[in-house]
């Protein structure tokens, strides 16, 4: 009698870092992509607003940088909303090739870069920053850099909008601690891009932002916990300012 083949089943590759999001901004599979503003940066520029008035930081006069950019999608809603400028850095070529076709003719620049590295901008010269969702993926040097960075581009009475992932109650991220834990601490790498993540606690994200600029403003997402299981991970937001 004939034996059977014997097959084996062959490993899909992992695809990582700057590959993986070239592969999701060219057709997505794992998130979902949108050339919709953040709303979290919309209802962030209604706080300036209320708070210190369009001029002197929401308008054509100023430029606005986006570390980790994507699509361009939060560039554009500034210059639509309040005509501003903006320079933007993402490791995706995909990313940055969607951000120049869909903002041509508009004030906005895209690099190719990581945002661990020094920011195409000069001193003092953003009334805006944003960091959401990206300087996470950088490594504790990486971020100081980045942070520090921010701090030299910005504007005094200039203004960070950083959004990242909280470790506070999230069982999603003690789960992946637990299960893929990282070189350093707090860190762990993420099961499908094969990348490191970091996740601050709230109080060590306030100490860390506090040692450059003044923070005024704190929100956090619910613990999005469904039958004692993890449904959605949890996210903080920190609006902080350049002092004078």
């Known amino acids: 009698m004939a034996r059977k ?3 084996t089943r062959k490993k899909k590759r992992k695809v990582h870092g700057a590959t993986f999001w070239d592969k999701e901004y060219t057709n997505p599979g794992h998130l979902k992509l949108s050339m ?3 709303e979290d940066l919309a209802k962030f520029t209604r706080w300036i607003a209320r708070r210190k008035g ?16 994507g699509n361009g999608r939060n560039l554009i809603f500034l210059n639509q909303s309040f005509e501003m ?17 869909a903002s041509k003719g508009l004030p906005l620049a895209y690099y190719v870069g990581s945002v661990g590295d020094a920011l195409p901008a000069s001193d003092e010269s953003q009334s805006l920053a944003l960091d959401m969702m990206a300087s996470h ?5 990486e971020r100081i850099e980045l942070r520090d960075e921010l701090y030299r581009i910005l504007q005094p009475g200039g203004f960070l909008f950083l959004k990242t992932f909280l470790k506070d109650g999230d069982l999603h991220t003690a789960r992946l601690l637990k299960d893929h834990p990282g070189t350093e601490p707090d860190t762990y790498i993420h099961p499908i891009m094969g990348v490191a993540e970091h996740v601050y606690t709230e109080e060590s994200l306030v100490a860390f932002l506090s040692e450059k600029f003044i923070v005024h403003k704190i929100y956090r997402s619910h613990k999005h916990v469904s039958k004692g ?5 949890r996210t903080i937001s920190v609006y902080v300012e350049k002092d004078y």
């Not at 299981?229 to 991970?233: I, L, P, Q, V």
């Open 5 to 7: 083949p014997n097959f």
């Open 36 to 38: 919709n503003e953040s």
């Open 54 to 69: 369009i001029q002197p930081i929401l308008s054509p006069e100023q430029s606005a940088f986006d570390a980790g950019c």
């Open 85 to 101: 400028k903006g320079i933007g850095v993402d490791i995706s070529s995909a990313a940055i090739a969607q951000a120049k076709a």
């Open 137 to 141: 993926f950088l490594n504790e040097k």
């Open 229 to 233: 299981k993890a449904a959605k991970r």
